[in-house]
Structure formats: C-alpha cells, structure tokens
C-alpha cells in the first residue's frame, strides 16, 4: 500500500469491498447518493443502538442483530453463490479471524459503549476509523505514512479526551470515560478487520464476506446468551424491537451494502472524504431522536477531532 489510502483504509468496518479501478468522471451520481445513503444509516447506527441497549444487553442485541442479517443474507447466497467455495484453509482461518475482530468485537463494544455514553459522544468518536485503521496499517503492515498523519492522529485523539472530559456524568452518559473506550476499542477491531481484508482483497465477493461474518457471529454470540451475567428480555417493547430490526436489516445489511457499492464506483480519496458526514449525521439524529444536546467545550472538541481527521487525508494523499 502506498501513501494514498487504501480501499481497505477506507473503507467502513464490516463492509467487504471490492473496488474497481478508475478515475474520479467514473464516479456516478447515482453513486454518490448511494453513498450519502448509506451514511445516513451509518450516522443513525449510535442513536437507534442507544434506544436498543435501553432494553437489552448488549450481547442479547449484538447477538440479535447478526441473526438478522444471516437470515436476510441467506437466501440471496444460496441462489447466486451456490456452491460456496472456499479456495483455501489459510482462507477459511482469515475469514474466521476477521469475523472476530468485526462484527464480533466491533458491534460488541459498540454495544458497550452506547450502554455507558451518549449517542452523539460515540458519533464523534467514531470519526476516528480512518486515522485507527491507518495506525493499524502503519504498525502492523509496515505501510508508509507521514508525521503530518501521526499528529493528527495524536490531535484526534486529544479531541477525545477533551470531548469526554468536557461531557461530565449525565443520563445519557453516565460513565463517558468508559462508554469513549469501549468505542476505540470497537474502532480498534475494525481496523483489525481492515489488515486482514487486505489479505482476502478480491478473493470473494461482498455479500458472502458478510454473509460469513454473519454466521460466524451468530455461532459465537449464541452460546453467550446461556451465560447468568446475560440478562435476556422479559418483556416486549416495541421501540427497541423496532430499534433491532433496524440495526440489523437497514445498517448491518443495508448500510453496508451502500459503502460497498459506492467504493466500487466512486475512487477512494472522495469516498473517504464522505465517511466524514457519518459523525456529523450521528450527532443530529441523536439531537433528533433522544434529544442529546452538547456544551460549547465540546463541540470545540467535536471540531478538533474532524478537523484532524480532515487534514490528515490531506497528509495521506
């Protein structure tokens, strides 16, 4: 991988991309609104998760989710990709492995983290993928960077502390310390799932990718549910049900689906400018939909960390 970002560096975790080569003109408009789309549902993702983790554990919900999304999966795969093959044991063991990291470890944090933040805290957090993945691939993968990226990654996460500082205990956070690091720690198996992918690029096409990280996430969340510390639901309510549907057909499947087919039309340095809208649209809905509201420190916060981000795909190109 060069200095530019990669498809992989760029790409959101748990979407499985396979990005055709080609030149900005390539970039339809239809794209482009595919692509707003789905960060419309990705920015929703933090809102609808904190109304979900109000009535369920996190586990139960995580749990809940990748069911949803193998079962919408299922049948599609079975009609376009039947037989499955997979092309080799090292193959199978990366797919196992980048299950783990995402959606296992990505969704469960996630899940953590809303039960201890606010929405809109977890949104600005969460604008920090790209420069964790980009980390991940300098440490990991030995790929070049710039000190330019390095301090904006340091800047960033400077925002985060004073965002999470700034916040104090509330209703909708009552432990934002905590609830803030379960979210990087969410960030840190997506950019586990990006080293790996760069493994498996272009060996399978998206929707088996996820219909794997499905299944391989439901076997392992399903067992968890036996455990005494899983509290499962004793009563029906229909706003987090609603709120699980939601998280597992329109983000887990759809918004997804969206990142995928715009990275395959649109070339990387525009699509990784739009995964900036994702903590902008997160911060809104959560106003809208749980009435979150943030103090002037903290927007100063919320600036530092996009403006960061921002600059450091200047550095990176």
């Known amino acids: ?72 999966l299922t049948p599609f795969i079975l009609v376009a990709f039947c037989p499955i093959k997979i092309y080799s044991r090292r193959d199978l063991g990366l797919l196992v492995l980048l299950s783990l990291c995402d959606p296992v470890t990505f969704f469960a944090f996630e899940a953590m983290a809303l039960k201890y933040t606010s929405a809109s805290q977890a949104s600005m957090v969460w604008a920090l993928n790209p420069l964790i993945s980009t980390m991940a691939g300098w440490l990991i993968l030995k790929e070049k960077t710039t000190p330019g990226v390095l301090l904006c990654f ?39 799932f990006v080293v790996i992918l760069r493994f498996l690029r272009g060996r399978y096409p998206v929707p088996l990718v996820l219909w794997f990280q499905s299944l391989i996430a439901s076997a392992i969340f399903l067992p968890m549910l036996g455990l005494d510390a899983v509290e499962l639901p004793s009563r029906f309510a229909w706003e987090p049900f609603i709120a699980v549907l939601y998280l597992g057909i329109c983000i887990t499947v759809g918004a997804q689906g969206c990142s995928a087919y715009a990275l395959a039309r649109i070339p ?48 990176q190109k």
């Open 1 to 72: 991988m060069d200095n530019n970002y990669s498809e992989e560096a760029s790409a959101l975790p748990g979407a499985a991309v396979q990005t055709a080569p080609g030149s900005p003109e390539q970039g339809t408009r239809l794209a482009v609104i595919v692509m707003i789309v789905g960060c419309v549902l990705w920015g929703s993702g933090m809102a609808v998760g904190k109304i979900a983790v109000t009535e369920y554990h996190p586990l139960f919900l995580v749990c809940m989710r990748m069911l949803l999304a193998a079962l919408v």
């Open 268 to 315: 990387v340095p525009r699509f990784s400018s739009f995964l900036n809208l994702i903590p902008i649209f997160g911060i809104i809905l959560s106003m809208l939909l749980l009435g979150e509201s943030m103090l002037p420190l903290q927007w100063v916060a919320c600036a530092l960390v996009l403006g960061a981000v921002i600059l450091s795909q200047r550095f």
């Open 154 to 192: 340091l800047a960033a996460m400077g925002g985060v502390v004073l965002l999470t500082a700034a916040g104090g205990v509330s209703e909708s956070a009552p432990n934002p310390v905590l609830g803030n690091i379960f979210e990087v720690c969410s960030l840190c198996g997506g950019a586990g």
